[in-house]
Nanobody, 123 residues
Framework: QLEESGGGLVQAGGSLRLSCAAS????????MGWFRRLPGTEREFVAA????????TYADSTKGRFTISRDNAKNTLYLEMNNLKPEDTGVYYC??????????????????WGQGTQVTVSS
């Protein structure tokens, strides 16, 4: 029900824009987030946004470089990633919370997950 796109290979300092298309309007009414799994690590929080975009939360490692946004009319979530670093390399997942008001960094609060898209940043 969630499908990510926009991943790829980019040089350090470059930018990428990830998209997450939701097949259900029910899901897009929820708070949504981006997580990533870096090589050899557990899935970690990247950014989150409430259903109307009024609340956003960022991980310290992405604050100031990444921007989360959403277009509910298009059932789509975005992650604009700037000034990418090699340590940002990993698989990026979008997820939907069951609460519309949260922009939660807690993985366990997300019920729906996409399959992920690979982001590789070369040095």
């Amino acid at each position: 029900q969630l499908e990510e796109s926009g991943g790829g290979l980019v040089q350090a300092g470059g930018s990428l824009r990830l998209s997450c298309a939701a097949s259900s309007r029910t899901i897009i009414a929820y708070g949504m987030g981006w997580f990533r799994r870096l090589p050899g690590t557990e899935r970690e929080f990247v950014a989150a946004i409430s259903f109307n975009g009024g609340r956003t939360t960022y991980a310290d490692s992405t604050k100031g470089r990444f921007t989360i946004s959403r277009d509910n009319a298009k059932n789509t979530l975005y992650l604009e990633m700037n000034n990418l670093k090699p340590e940002d390399t990993g698989v990026y997942y979008c997820a939907a919370d069951q609460s519309p008001l949260r922009a939660s960094p807690r993985r366990e609060e997300y019920r729906y997950w996409g399959q992920g898209t690979q982001v590789t940043v070369s040095s």
